[in-house]
């Protein structure tokens, strides 16, 4: 229903715990990653649980970028978490 998006192929294809965007241009890019994430975050979705990936050449002109929906600690952020809590404990 938007102008700016009239006559051009936007797309938006769900996965398990991930989204993935096709568009014409970067900027129509830019412009869907908008609408997405503002409406994730009028749903209550954090947006430090939002990774988006490098924008990619598609089929034809267009342009692809996946979303992926993250739960829960990565297990290298854990690792790191876990090692700063038992350095802490042995300073006490």
């Known amino acids: 229903n938007r102008y700016d998006f009239k006559g051009s192929?936007?797309?938006?294809?769900?996965e398990k715990d991930k989204l993935t965007l096709v568009a014409d241009d970067e900027f129509k890019m830019d412009q869907?990653?908008?609408i997405v994430f503002s409406k994730m975050l009028k749903r209550g979705i954090d947006a430090r649980q939002i990774s988006w990936t490098k924008l990619e050449p598609a089929a034809g002109i267009t342009v692809k970028c996946d979303l992926e929906l993250q739960t829960g600690i990565s297990q290298d952020k854990a690792k790191a978490l876990v090692k700063q809590i038992r350095d802490n404990k042995a300073l006490k």
């Open 9 to 14: 192929k936007a797309d938006i294809q769900f």
């Open 32 to 34: 869907l990653k908008d």
